[in-house]
């Protein structure tokens, strides 16, 4: 059974940084797409960024050049390291898993999501 697991999630004033584990078991981390996703009331899920499962990187402009998203393969955990948090970042973040090639949005596999909070 897979299960992806978040937590780290809290809130920060503007500025600050926060580092969002996701722990996976069942199954083969290093053949998974892993990504990020956040999602306001009222508005559709947006992705923030995604690690291939052979390790490249990418990411929306939501979170270019702030955010780091990385993967510990051995302890099977992904991480969003965030920084210069800005009020615009409070969402709901979801990490989520999808065997082989990034599947452009539509994985097999979400988290439960934690709140993120930003004030200014």
């Known amino acids: 059974q897979v299960q992806l697991l978040e937590s780290g999630g809290g809130s920060v004033q503007a500025g600050g940084s926060l580092r969002r584990p996701c722990g996976t078991s069942?199954?083969?981390?290093?053949?998974?797409?892993m990504g990020w996703f956040r999602q306001v009331p009222g508005k559709e899920r947006e992705r923030v960024a995604e690690i291939a499962w052979y390790g490249t990187t990418s990411y929306d402009d939501s979170g270019r050049d702030r955010f780091t998203n990385s993967k510990d393969v051995a302890k099977n955990i992904l991480y969003l390291q965030m920084n210069s948090l800005k009020p615009e970042d409070t969402a709901l973040y979801y990490c989520a898993a999808h065997p082989g090639a990034c599947p452009n949005g539509k994985y097999d596999y979400w988290g439960q999501g934690t709140q993120v909070t930003v004030s200014s």
């Open positions: 069942g199954l083969p981390f290093s053949r998974y797409c």
